[in-house]
C-alpha cells in the first residue's frame, strides 16, 4: 500500500524534540509509492501526541496507549508495534538511531523475521528499490543497502540527518486507535524504580558541542571546557580516550562506540582525530579544532584549525566571547 510509518519517541508523554523529523523525508519516501505518511505512537495517554505529528505532516497517526506501556519496555513495545505492522502492512517503518528506536527496531525486525538497515543518513527510492546510505568502515565510506522486494523495509536513521519538516499548527489527519494483546506475563523485566542520572547531556540535539580528548590531559581540564561551552550556549562532549581517563563521564563520548552528533558547530580541543571518533562527528556542519601537533588528523577534516594549546586558545575565545557578548 506504500505507506511509511514514523515511530514517534517520546518520554512520559513528551515528545523528544527531534522525533518528528522523519516526517518530512517518510512523506517523500509515501508519494513516491502512492502511500500515506503515518506516526506510530505508542505508550499511555498519549492521544496529544497525535495533533503535534498532524502538526509536522503526518497524515495518519496510529495510537496505542495502555497503562503496560508508561514507561519503554522494549519486549512489550516490540509486541506492540508488530501487531500493528502485521495488521496494516506499511511498505516502510522508520525509527530514529537512538537507543531506544535502536532497540525496538532490532526487536520488530527479529519478531518479524525481515532485515533492518541501521544508522542510515539518506534514504530513498531507485525505481522499485529501496536503497539506504550509511556509513561503514569508521565512517571512511558510504555504502548503500538496497531492499527490493521485503517489507516492511525497517529503518533507522541517524538523528538530524534531514531537515526538520516545516511545523503548520492546525493541520489535521486521521486517528486510528488500537489496542493490543500485552499483560504483564509478556515482559522479562519489571521497573521498580527510575534513578535520574546526575549526568545531564543531550549531546545528539545539541546545535554547538566543545569537545575534549587526550590533549585536555587532566579531569579539570574539562572544568575549562564547560566554561566555554556555558557561554556560547553549547555542551561538552569527549572523545574516548578522555572518557577512558575517567576525567569525564561515558555520557559525553562522541564517536563510534558514544554518540552520533551533527551540530551546527563542533569545536574539537586536543583531539587528534582517530577514525572511530571521526566516525561520531564528521558531519557537523562547522568543524573547529584546536591541536598543538600539526599533522594531527582532525585538520583534514576540519573546517577551520588553530594550531596551539587550548590551554592558551580556550581562555583567549571566552575572554573575546565575553567582551562580544557583555559579559
Avoid at 20 to 37: T, W, Y
Avoid at 167 to 173: L, N
Avoid at 313 to 323: D, G, N, Q, R
Wanted: aromatic share 8%; proline share 4%; glycine share 12%.
Amino acid at each position: 500500500m506504500g505507506d511509511v510509518w514514523v515511530y514517534i519517541e517520546h518520554k512520559d508523554g513528551v515528545a523528544s524534540p527531534l522525533s518528528f523529523e522523519l516526517l518530512g523525508i517518510g512523506k517523500k519516501l509515501a508519494q513516491e509509492r502512492g502511500g500515506k505518511v503515518c506516526a506510530l505512537i505508542i505508550g499511555e495517554n498519549v492521544d496529544p501526541l497525535a495533533k503535534e505529528a498532524f502538526s509536522y505532516g503526518a497524515e495518519k497517526v496510529y495510537v496505542v496507549s495502555n497503562p503496560l506501556l508508561k514507561s519503554f519496555r522494549s519486549d512489550l513495545f516490540t509486541k506492540s508495534a508488530c501487531e500493528l505492522i502485521s495488521k496494516y502492512g506499511p511498505d516502510i517503518v522508520l525509527f530514529r538511531s537512538t537507543t531506544q528506536g535502536t532497540d525496538l527496531s532490532s526487536g520488530v525486525a527479529g519478531k518479524l523475521q525481515v532485515g533492518l538497515c541501521a544508522d542510515a543518513i539518506n534514504v530513498y527510492h531507485d525505481g522499485n528499490v529501496l536503497k539506504m546510505v550509511r556509513s561503514a568502515f569508521g565512517g571512511r565510506f558510504n555504502v548503500t543497502v538496497a531492499n527490493e522486494r521485503v517489507t516492511p523495509k525497517l529503518v533507522t536513521v541517524r538523528p538530524k540527518a534531514f531537515e526538520m519538516p516545516e511545523k503548520k499548527d492546525g493541520q489535521e489527519g486521521e486517528i486510528i486507535k488500537e489496542s493490543v494483546s500485552i499483560g504483564e506475563s509478556d515482559a522479562l523485566i519489571k521497573i521498580l524504580d527510575f534513578v535520574k542520572s546526575a549526568v545531564t547531556v543531550n549531546l545528539v540535539e545539541a546545535d554547538i558541542i566543545v569537545s575534549g580528548g587526550r590533549g585536555v590531559g587532566k579531569p579539570e581540564g574539562f572544568n575549562l571546557l564547560k566554561e566555554f561551552a556555558d557561554l556560547i550556549g553549547g555542551a561538552v562532549g569527549a572523545s574516548r580516550a578522555a572518557v577512558d581517563s575517567g576525567w569525564i563521564p561515558y555520557e559525553h563520548q562522541v564517536g563510534q562506540t558514544g554518540k552520533t552528533v551533527k551540530p551546527k558547530l563542533y569545536i574539537a580541543c586536543g583531539i587528534s582525530g582517530a577514525i572511530q571518533h571521526l566516525a561520531g562527528m564528521r558531519t557537523s556542519d562547522c568543524i573547529v579544532a584546536i591541536n598543538k601537533d600539526p599533522d594531527a588528523p582532525i585538520f583534514k577534516i576540519a573546517t577551520f584549525g588553530i594550531v596551539g594549546d587550548l590551554y592558551q586558545v580556550i581562555p583567549k575565545l571566552i575572554e573575546k566571547f565575553k567582551a562580544k557578548l557583555g559579559r
